[in-house]
């Protein structure tokens, strides 16, 4: 049977070209999550300026199978720093690769779109790393701050612990390898990002995090930084 789908709060993930003039779109939607639509047309040079990313779109769609039909978008561009792009592909990215196909995630959606709102001025680190966060809650893919995943006793401030991947923090030793304050871990929950250590702890468990929960996936956004750093 097939379905019609109107007035879909939107943005493109990724784009590509088919055949003389179309493209497939990988769209995130706010209630029907990732899906696939046929854009006919759309690499025509009148039709160019909605098929971009970090544009809010509304779009309707048609059709019976995974590749739908789109049937009609309207854009509102959004004030974007260009010195953002790279940082808001990776976030693209990391939502096509995690998001199963289909099913609504109005919490991500919103973490993106706020994600994106911050982005008309250069993007603080720490804004990457809440988006991050909270699309691993959101999936259920990160562990509970509040407690050591061991004991089941509160994140102590003055106690140190190690992040094991897809169980959380556990206590450990003083000189123990990579271990972190509890008073890091607890500030991190808080959302206190002002002093590097979090940040850096932040960084470190989220990217462990995701690469596991990525299941050997890459992501090209993170290529292309790395060749940019190597060049500096």
Known sequence: METRVTDQASFILRRREWRDSSLILDIFTREHGCVRVLAKGAR???AQAPYQPFVMLSINWSGRHELKTLTGIEGQVL???EENYLALLYANELIAAMLPPGEANPDIFAAYLSLLQHAVVKLDESRLRIFEL????????????????????PIQPDLRYQFVVNSGFVSCAED???SVSGYTVVNWRRGDYQQDTVLRLAKSVLRS????????KTLKSREVY???MRRK
């Open 134 to 153: 909270d699309m691993m809650q959101c999936l259920g893919y990160f562990p509970d701050l509040h407690t050591d995943a061991l004991s089941g006793q």
């Open 226 to 228: 790395a060749q940019m």
């Open 209 to 216: 995090t995701i690469d596991f929960n990525l299941q050997g």
């Open 79 to 81: 004030p974007i720093a």
């Open 44 to 46: 025509r040079r009148s």
């Open 176 to 178: 123990a390898r990579d």
